[in-house]
């Protein structure tokens, strides 16, 4: 594994989210990147394409980039410099494309690098990490704590769930525990019972405290 390349990686990330507070800072691109390789080693996966998609997998995202979106232009730019092989770069480019939450539109990756990736990703918007960012994110997006009278939205696709306002607590019905049944390794899914029964515990800690009752 060529070590330079990954370093060169880890040192671009850091200066690209310098500015970023909406959840997808370095240190979560660092989190994603520790605990793929993790997740790789049980599973026999690539390790160093296992690192760059997860360096990387932020890079172009829609809601930070949303005119390298489609072309994956800054991961594809950083890989060419380094002097990746074009096959290598796309089987990095196709993890990119297929880590992100869609709603109902989620993909498998196909690779079982790209599932050790996304399971990884997923794994970061799960538990204490996951709370955390949850609220971070609506606040930067201007988005309210709770409202009784919002419901969440159930079944949306990757239309509906970009396009949709919601509430920080309805976040954790419309997305976070959906990505537990989502997840594609073993090791993921044993990490995940933990973090959503801590996710359940708050909660339910919150709502007693919101009703009066604590
Ligand atoms: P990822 O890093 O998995 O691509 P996202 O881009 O979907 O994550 O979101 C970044 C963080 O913000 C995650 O922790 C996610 O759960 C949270 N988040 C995403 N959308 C919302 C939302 N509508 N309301 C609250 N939190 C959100
Ligand atoms: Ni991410």
């Given at each position: ?96 494309d297929s880590v992100s939450f869609k709603g109902k539109d ?109």
């Open positions: 594994m060529n070590r330079t390349i990954i370093e060169n990686a880890i040192s671009y990330i850091k200066e690209l989210f310098q500015n970023e507070f909406s959840g997808h800072d370095y240190f979560h691109t660092m989190r994603v990147y520790r605990t793929a390789l993790k997740i790789a080693e049980i599973e026999k996966a690539d390790p160093f394409i296992v690192s760059l998609a997860a360096l990387l997998h932020d890079v172009d995202d829609y809601k930070l980039s949303l005119d390298t979106y489609e072309t994956k232009e800054k991961a594809r730019t950083f890989l060419k410099d380094q002097g990746i092989d074009e096959i290598v770069i796309s089987q990095i480019i196709d993890i990119i989620s993909v498998i990756p196909s690779s079982i690098e790209g599932k050790c990736v996304q399971d990884a990703d997923r794994l970061d918007a799960l538990g204490a990490m996951g709370i955390a960012r949850t609220f971070a994110y609506s606040g930067s997006h201007q988005r309210i704590l709770h409202d009784p009278e919002i419901p969440p939205l159930m079944d949306m696709n990757e239309k509906t769930y970009r396009n949709h306002t919601s509430t920080a607590i309805n976040h954790f019905y419309e997305k976070l525990f959906l990505i537990k049944d989502m997840l594609n390794t073993d090791t993921a899914r044993e990490i995940a019972q933990h973090r959503e029964a801590f996710m359940k515990d708050f909660l339910d800690e919150f709502f007693l405290e919101w009703e009066g009752k604590r």
